[in-house]
């Protein structure tokens, strides 16, 4: 018997789709029904036409890994299945923060807050601040916690897509 | 060109000359141009029989089998079919009508998401929005459904695109950049493979419905000739290994023979091929041939290591993984000097626990009455199953020497499955005599076929093994629920005889020795078909591993062949098994 590898992370999950409708069903619809667990899950287009880029946060075992991208590998539509090395792969996430701002001082506070962890202020109102920042998961978690004494209206995040570094690609 | 005449060229062009089908109101533009076709189409009376049929025939002749239902119900209909046909991997391609493009996602009449519904039971689905897809698509379904690891695939055409004109253009390529099954084993995995077999004292040979999909039986007899491992087949296997051989074991599993599920576990090298370790073969898994290696030869990836750990893991087509394997292993052993130990051993053990099948009780017993249908058929007759204590019972006790000759739903256990299957195989060979091994429960499912069956003169030959109860929830309420039996007592009705008659159907019931054996002949001299109610003692249980335990821990009283004094006690050779 084989040594089982059954230590539980998180897995960044890059796969090569085809462009049309019903991939993302189909992807969505093998998670559910093998029962693995998805945290996350983008998709866009990629460098080639026909083709779009899923990026895929889920966690388990290596067995568990190991299935999802055979699976993943038996769905027509799917071209090519990378499970990525984190420690070669950069993770970005873009996420809006709306934070209520009562007053000038939580204002500036707020303002002051968003420069040090390079985010944008995109929208002002009277009573709030919208922040744009993108980065990985864990530095987006550490500005919202900082704001959140002040009262966070609304937080919309695209989830994190990745890419491995260097000349390789999947 | 219409889009329903491309349909029928697309099929044509497959090879298809026989569709089983039920039309309805969108599929009203692909039956106008079925009216003029060459082809043959079997109208049954509900679309599930539709889809069993196009399995049967699969399962059967190694075809494509195609069924046809309309959207909304006819579509929903097909569901079970096609989930059968997807767990145990079988060719089908499925074609439901969809209402037109304009309408779809309005709630329309008969509209449902056939393409949603069935993404999780089909190796892929196509839904066509414009007519000059349909050929590519057809290709593609076809080429998808009978390559790889074989299983359905669904088309779903809208009602406008059936009666959309197009100019009828095939590309040559199919544009599949995501499907590229893998038929060659690494050769590297297949040297590994073969030192671990000629290192290993005791090797078993698991063949399942793989070897019979990929037509390698010979192959695998050579090879456990070669290196003397008895076999042992799943329930999607048998027949892929003649039964009447020496080497062989038999059905493993929970409903296995004992030899099998013993000497399993006591083997120091499993050869598994072509088979998906469903738990009803393994048993509990952390007991499973706890004391081998296991080599797993599979054309799925995804296969291996999913269920039980591998050893060494080869991917690709059985065939060309076991002529490798044999080649390789050739060259270093000499075929049968000596019978080895192992051998010796197991043939020894064998002939302690061969299941006895001669009862002269009435009611009869079940092992009879399959005793008595293997004497009246060949070993070119087709038999097909349903699902339940008939389906164990043949799969215990019934000799299967060919492939393609013993068909059954194994993964999805459908009720019902067995009759329209046999319909289908008959079609698909019509030399052959077929004979479906009903349950009365199951057959009742079904039962409206019997118009079909006689309205095309399918000279099927029905067996409902007939205990008045749904048997094997009834024996599993026997031996773990205290004996409540709710709700598996199935009552005096319908009268099976009366029934098949009422369809223009000959039919005799047979309750005594020797009955069975004589109407079965007369049934498939009859050159008709034939319903035979055979009157079974409800009260017999099959020998069985009760789920969550270890193969090796069969309940209920294994009765054998050849009475020896005392129970033998079954001793393995070597090492004792260590306590943990």
């Known amino acids: ?170 | 060109m219409k889009g329903g005449e491309a349909i029928i060229k697309s099929l044509t062009d497959q090879g298809v000359d026989t569709v089983f089908g039920y039309p309805g109101g969108v599929l009203l533009p692909l039956y106008d141009v079925i009216y003029d076709s060459n082809l043959r189409h079997i109208l049954v009376r509900h679309e599930q029989c539709a889809a069993h049929a196009a399995d049967g025939f699969a399962r059967a002749s190694g075809r494509v089998g195609v069924c046809i239902g309309t959207s909304g119900p006819g579509a929903t209909n097909l569901i079970t079919g096609i989930a059968t046909a997807y767990m145990d991997s079988s060719p089908i391609v499925a074609i439901a009508g969809q209402v037109a493009t304009g309408l779809i996602g309005n709630d329309a009449f008969q509209e449902v998401d056939t393409i949603g519904i069935t993404m999780p039971i089909t190796k892929h689905n196509f839904q066509a929005m414009k007519a000059e897809e349909i050929p590519g698509m057809i290709k593609s379904a076809f080429y998808i459904a009978g390559t790889g690891r074989a299983g359905p695939v669904v088309l779903d055409l809208p009602k406008d695109v059936q009666e959309e004109e197009f100019e009828y253009e095939l590309s040559k390529d199919l544009e599949l950049p995501g499907y590229k099954p893998t038929k060659k084993g690494h050769p590297l995995q297949v040297k590994k493979a073969a030192k671990m077999i000629l290192n290993s004292k005791k090797p078993v040979i698991l063949a399942g419905g793989g070897i019979i999909l990929s037509d390698s039986s010979k192959e695998l007899l050579r090879l456990s000739e070669i290196i003397e491992a008895p076999v042992t087949t799943t329930l999607m296997g048998k027949g892929s290994f003649p039964e009447d051989n020496p080497l062989s074991l038999g059905m493993l599993g929970m409903h296995g023979r004992k030899v099998s599920n013993l000497i399993v576990d006591e083997c120091d090298c499993l050869i598994a091929i072509g088979c998906r370790f469903s738990d009803r073969t393994t048993g509990l898994i952390s007991e499973f041939a706890n004391n081998a290696k296991i080599i797993h030869i599979d054309v799925d990836p995804a296969e291996i290591g999913k269920n039980v750990d591998v050893d060494i893991p080869i991917v690709g087509d059985a065939k060309i993984i076991l002529k490798n394997l044999i080649d390789v292993v050739e060259k270093v052993k000499n075929v049968n000097k000596t019978e080895s130990e192992w051998l010796k051993h197991v043939l020894k053990f064998k002939q302690t626990c061969i299941p006895r099948l001669s009862f002269d009780e009435i009611p009869l017993k079940p092992q009879q009455v399959i005793k008595e249908l293997s004497e009246a058929i060949t070993d070119d007759t087709i038999v097909t199953t349903d699902v339940g204590q008939n389906q164990m019972w043949m799969a215990h006790y019934f000799t299967s020497r060919n492939p393609r000759k013993f068909i059954s739903s194994g993964g999805l256990g459908t009720m019902g499955f067995g009759f329209p299957a046999a319909m289908g195989a008959k079609i698909a060979m019509p030399d052959n005599d077929v004979v479906a091994v009903c349950g009365d429960g199951g057959f009742l499912m079904v039962c409206q076929d019997l118009a079909t069956i006689k309205e095309y003169e399918i000279p099927v030959v029905i067996c409902v093994l007939d205990n008045r109860r749904l048997g094997m929830v009834s024996q599993w309420q026997k031996l773990f629920y205290n004996k409540r039996m709710s709700h598996t007592d199935l009552g005096q009705s319908p009268d099976f005889v009366k029934l098949a008659e009422s369809f223009g159907v000959s039919a005799e019931s047979v309750e005594k020795p020797g009955e069975m054996r004589e109407t079965v002949e007369k049934a498939i001299l009859s050159g008709e078909p034939y319903l035979i109610d055979v009157i079974i003692d409800p009260e017999e249980i099959l020998p069985m591993v009760p789920p969550g335990c270890g193969l090796t821990e069969i309940v209920g009283e294994y009765k054998v062949e050849r009475e020896t004094a005392g129970e033998i006690l079954y001793k393995p050779i070597g090492k004792e098994k260590s306590g943990d």
């Open chain 1, 1 to 170: 018997m084989v040594i089982k590898l059954d230590e539980s992370r998180t897995h960044i999950i890059s796969a090569l789709v085809l462009n049309k409708p019903g991939v993302l069903q189909r992807v969505a619809g093998l998670f559910t029904r093998r029962g693995f667990n998805i945290e996350n899950i983008t998709v866009g287009t990629s460098e080639q036409e026909n083709l779009a880029r899923m990026t895929i946060i889920a966690k388990g075992d290596e067995k568990v890994l190991e299935q999802i991208t055979k699976q993943l590998n038996k769905l027509i539509d799917v071209i090519k299945v990378r499970d990525l090395d984190p420690e070669i792969t950069v993770k970005r996430e873009l996420c809006l923060i709306k934070v209520h701002t009562a007053t000038e001082k939580v204002r500036s506070e707020v303002i002051q807050y968003a420069n040090i962890f390079r985010g944008r202020i995109i929208d002002v109102s009277p009573e709030t601040l919208t922040i744009e920042i993108t980065g990985p998961p864990e530095k987006i978690e550490a500005l919202i916690d900082l704001v959140i004494t002040f009262g966070i209206k609304e937080v919309a995040r695209t989830g994190p897509t990745a890419i491995s570094r260097g000349i390789k690609t999947i």
